[in-house]
């Protein structure tokens, strides 16, 4: 019998501190010796200045403050998860060596050439040696070793999606050693027979107390870690936040998302992210205002009310892309395929997604972010509360440029419910799953796929 293989000790931890330590200050040299090197007819190579070992011994020092996040146990999560909680930390080690030097006035005297070769190498080498261990403990526990043993106490039909989830991940290497009822789990933690279990998982719902009573008394002597498995609908409600009024611990079912440290992340992203690009676009809006103006009649900018952040009434702005038409005063009728109310120069700037450049500027104002849920007309807004369960939801953030329902494919005409219904499952999504990094790969991915699409029109 093959004995399991601990790899989550203490000492394995400081290994991975000093892997880290070794593979930073290794490319922090590289790099120096890169773009800081004698010319070749001298043989002599100077040892990296003292300002540069200043400056990786600061940033190791915050990646270390940062431990408890970046170093722990990852058995139970994908590699992705490992890969970017370690960006997070050195993005914060890197971050804060840039505003010490700044401080510090120190940064004139830094290679900007080493200090960029540096972080950019560092950072790969730090994503590498982690894909690596990945695949070292993979192979570990593909092979016998390294896992550990599950006792699942529950109902047969609870165990179901248990034993699904653990075939589909043995990376994990979790293996279930026994599944019993809770009324047998005190007569076979007595079996000598009985191996010792690393785990034990209660598959109940959070209203079986008198079973789960019954498994805690039977484990009151047990060292094993015990953790609760929920069922579906006590998983949905989990999900959401925790936070105390008056002391109560309470769940936070229908709260804003954005509090803190994340509205603050993200006010910085859609401000500077904003006056960026507008520099950027600055040019070609005043082109396409031209072209708008010397087509057809009428105005450069299309305004619209659209519900925001909490429900508020917002104007947003695009380049008008139709002709000047009134429709009545609680009607708006969605662009469709052949709309003859599209000018020539319209249908191209809606195609590609150009006649929305004009809503960074509402970013800019604060009244929408980068990402977040498309805005709706208010009247579509009145129309789909009622047919689409959580629909309102989406109002929890501000509305955005681009989200994670324009990504997955479900961007312009909404002509069926079942679209809409699509559209909002990943709009609640993104609402339930918010942060930074979401973000960066919503915009990373609008960028790949670019803006044009068959359904905008």
Known sequence: MRLPLRLSTPLSRYLAMGLDWLMIWSCAVGSYRWFERLSEADSQLNPMPALYDWVVLLSILVLMLMSDHVYRSWRLHHLSDMI???LTGWLVALLSVVVWLFLSKFSSDLSRLWFVGWAISSTLALCLLRALVYGVLHLLRRSGYNFKTLLLVGSASSFADVKQALAAAPWSGLRVQAALAPSLLEAYLADPQAP???EVWLCMSLTEQTHMNTALYALR???ANIRLVPDAFSRKLLKYGVSASVGIPML????NPITGLMRLLKGIEDRLGALIILSVIAIPMLLIALAIKLTSKGPVFFKQLRHGWNGKEI???KFRS???HHEGEFLV????????RITPLGAFLRRTSLDELPQFINVLQGRMSIVGPRPHAVQHNEHYKTLVPGYMLRHKVKPGITGWAQINGYRGETDTLAKMQKRIEFDLYYIEHLSLWLDIKIIFLTLIKGWVHHNAY
Do not use: E, L, N
């Open 333 to 340: 009728t969605q662009a469709s395929k052949g709309d003859a």
């Open 315 to 317: 104007w947003i702005y």
């Open 84 to 86: 970017r909680s370690v």
């Open 252 to 255: 936070d079912i229908s709260a």
């Open 196 to 198: 010792p279990c690393d």
């Open 221 to 223: 002597h047990s060292t």
């Open 322 to 324: 139709m002709v000047v």
